[in-house]
């Protein structure tokens, strides 16, 4: 099993800024990628960025741009900057982890969520 522990979310206004964070401890062996997906209300789950241990990533069109994804594989902790955020991106944001590569990701391992709030 992994455990997943985020931070970061919080209240912003449009044109913000906010950093989650994501640390991952357990059987990290077992997996070689993490990322976020985010869940806004009445939506469905969506891929938000993901990063594999060779540092490969992988984002979605809304996030290229704003969102820049890193890890620090020594701390298992994943980093999503985001910038220049607007209303739409109101959601949960959730840390995954799993097996992924260049244009993959298959995840296995949530955590809790974080809300992130944008205000126009």
């Known amino acids: 099993q992994v455990q997943l522990v985020e931070s970061g979310g919080g209240l912003v206004q449009a044109g913000g800024s906010l950093r989650l964070s994501c640390a991952a401890s357990?059987?990290?062996?077992?997996?070689?990628?993490m990322g976020w997906y985010r869940q806004a209300p009445g939506k469905q789950r969506e891929l938000v960025a993901v990063i594999t241990s060779g540092g490969s990533t992988m984002y979605a069109d809304a996030a290229k741009g704003r969102f820049t994804i890193s890890r620090d594989n020594a701390k298992n902790t994943v980093y999503l900057p985001m910038n220049r955020l607007k209303p739409e991106d109101t959601a949960v944001y959730y840390c995954?982890?799993?097996?992924?590569?260049?244009?993959?990701?298959?995840?296995?391992?949530w955590g809790q969520g974080t809300q992130v709030t944008v205000s126009s």
């Open positions: 357990g059987s990290i062996f077992s997996i070689n990628a």
């Open positions: 995954n982890a799993g097996e992924g590569g260049r244009h993959y990701y298959t995840p296995s391992y």
